[in-house]
């Protein structure tokens, strides 16, 4: 959430990047078909906004409307 403290922020990336190195659980994703990208809360959040700006383009060229 927004104004999250950075130190909540910072431990909680950390926390989700341990476990997603975790063997078990790279195993269990990767037969879900899921292969986890481990960066920094900056990057996270560069890459949410990349990719909301990316489909919303996508969404707005298709003109695509929520039912």
Same mark, same amino acid.
């Given at each position: 959430? *927004? ?7 910072? *431990? ?13 659980? *790279? ?37 695509? *409307?929520?039912?």
């Amino acid at each position: 959430p *927004k104004d999250t403290p950075a130190e909540v922020i910072d *431990k909680l990336n950390n926390e989700i990047n341990a476990i997603a190195a975790d063997p078990l659980i *790279k195993a269990r994703l990767a037969g879900l078909g899921v292969d986890p990208m481990s960066m920094t809360s900056a990057a996270f959040g560069k890459f949410i906004a990349d990719e909301t700006e990316k489909w919303g383009n996508v969404i707005r060229a298709l003109n695509i *409307k929520a039912e």
